[in-house]
């Protein structure tokens, strides 16, 4: 297997999505799958989030691969990611033995160094979940920093966020010991909004795993959350307009009384 990764965009994007899964993932296993790409699946420790990523071939520079299967230590790798610089690319590869995977920051400008790195690959026993295809009765398609923003707020006033929705409106709430926050978000401050005809819904989530998943918000300029008092919240960043490359998160909602 080897993949390289010389836009630099893309490099900022990757390093982006495991150093933001370190904050609740410990251990991951890459499908390097032969002709359709990188795909990974996984939950966070608490097994409230689940994620699905997948990077394209063609949105890689170069990439190979015999379908091979590399079980990863997510602090390792981001430890090692956080040594890149500006002006290196970004090469990761496996060696005929297959139990270390290789890792080089390349770089032709004066001054700054190659740097090169083997991280041991680990046996994970990890269920790999078949996500079905469904339909949610509420369909949000915002800006990501304007959600992040606001989450973020909202974080400062409780465990809890409730999302209260209907035909005219999106309204947040938090609330707990130092108070209470709510905030409308009206159908023009939406890049797209619809729910079912004479929808109502409320739904409660961890307010934590929100503000994890809104931490990616750099990887897309905008956000699209798929909401369901039955079936986990679905929230997709893509990252190219052709929608195959993506991570997605299906977060459960709470079930106590709000």
């Not at 409320?202 to 905008?222: A, D, H, P, R």
Request: proline content about 2%; overall charge negative.
């Amino acid at each position: 297997m080897k993949i390289i990764i010389e836009d630099k965009e893309k490099i900022q994007k990757f390093i982006i999505i495991f150093r933001r899964l370190k904050e609740h993932v410990d251990y991951i296993n890459i499908d390097f799958k032969i002709d359709e790409g990188l795909y990974t699946q996984g939950m966070d420790c608490a097994h409230v989030a689940l994620f699905e990523l997948k990077l394209k071939s063609n949105w890689f520079h170069t990439y190979e691969s015999k379908g091979e299967m590399v079980g990863l230590d997510i602090t390792i790798l981001v430890a090692v990611l956080k040594c890149i610089e500006d002006s290196h690319t970004l090469e990761i590869y496996t060696d005929a033995d297959g139990d270390v995977l290789n890792i080089a920051f390349l770089s032709d400008e004066q001054g700054v160094f190659n740097k090169y790195y083997k991280i041991p690959l680990i046996d994970l026993d990890l269920e790999q979940l078949v996500v079905p295809e469904t339909e949610w009765p509420l369909d949000l398609h915002i800006n990501s920093q304007s959600l992040g923003k606001l989450v973020d707020e909202l974080s400062n006033f409780g465990t809890e966020l409730k999302f209260n929705c209907n035909e005219k409106e999106i309204e947040l709430t938090s609330k707990g010991d130092l108070g209470k926050m709510s905030v409308n978000i009206g159908m023009d401050q939406c890049e797209e909004y619809s729910i079912e005809e004479n929808g109502q819904l409320n739904v409660t989530y961890g307010l934590k795993y929100v503000k994890w998943i809104c931490q990616f918000m750099k990887l897309s300029e905008n956000t699209w959350l798929h909401l369901s008092d039955e079936l986990p919240m679905k929230i997709i960043y893509k990252m190219d307009i052709d929608e195959e490359n993506y991570i997605h998160f299906f977060l459960a909602p709470k079930m106590e009384n709000y």
